[in-house]
């Protein structure tokens, strides 16, 4: 049961370069999450998907764009990227924002140079 | 104001030792409550969920206070195990949840 799965797991941009980070679950999750964590700052919410079709801005959603498709999978977009997104992103999903369990992939740790 | 506080530590102790965090929240209309783990250079993972009676999972105990607005976790006989960050984390009720920094616990033998 592979879970919530990112890729790359690493990456090394130049400035103004573009790509795009693939989350992927099968879990059947609705909800579907892009955080970035950075020293002090803790995780912030870039962009969200309550479902297929769906997505909506968090509080950094700046410099983003994102696409829920597919409901396994939420694509994470960096058109330009800046050393200011140097950072660890972090994919999660959950069954809905109950109380209930956010599952998180392993991390993309990316740097812009 | 953070929507989600929390004392950054690190918190240094010994192995047996009971230690204590908390965790403040700004959004009274928050509707649930979790303290999760992350190890170094991991994700996330949820330790427990917080409800409002409490509640206990071996030696971690939750508690909830929602006058104050503020989430307590304690842990009882640490082990070196335990050192991790330990995050504090609400659903504010708007399809999204929100993070603290985290807590940084070491565990020393």
């Known amino acids: 049961n592979a879970g919530v799965t990112q890729t790359p797991k690493f990456r090394v941009l130049k400035t103004g370069q573009s790509m795009t980070l693939l989350c992927a679950q099968d879990m059947n999750h609705e909800y579907m999450y892009w955080y970035r964590q950075d020293p002090g700052m803790g995780l912030r919410l870039i962009h969200y998907s309550v479902g297929e079709g769906t997505t909506a801005k968090g509080e950094v959603p700046d410099g983003y764009n994102v696409s829920r498709l597919k409901k396994q999978n939420f694509l994470l977009g960096l058109e330009s990227a800046a050393p200011s997104q140097t950072s660890v992103y972090f994919c999660?999903?959950?069954?809905?924002?109950?109380?209930?369990?956010?599952?998180f992939g392993q991390g993309t740790r990316l740097t812009v140079v | 104001r953070k929507e989600v506080e929390q004392d950054p530590g690190p918190f240094n102790v010994p192995e047996g030792a009971t230690v204590a965090f908390n965790c403040t929240y700004s959004?009274?209309?928050?509707?649930?409550f979790f303290w999760y783990r992350q190890d170094c250079r991991k994700e996330p993972k949820l330790l427990m969920s917080v409800y409002s009676s409490g509640n206990e999972d071996g030696r971690f105990t939750a508690q909830l206070n929602r006058a104050s607005q503020y989430i307590s976790l304690l842990i009882r006989d640490s082990k070196l195990s335990d050192s991790a960050t330990y995050l504090c984390v609400v659903n504010t009720g708007f399809q999204k949840l929100v993070f603290g920094t985290g807590t940084r616990l070491l565990v020393s033998p």
């Open positions: 999660a999903s959950s069954y809905s924002t109950g109380n209930t369990e956010a599952f």
């Open positions: 959004n009274s209309a928050s509707q649930s």
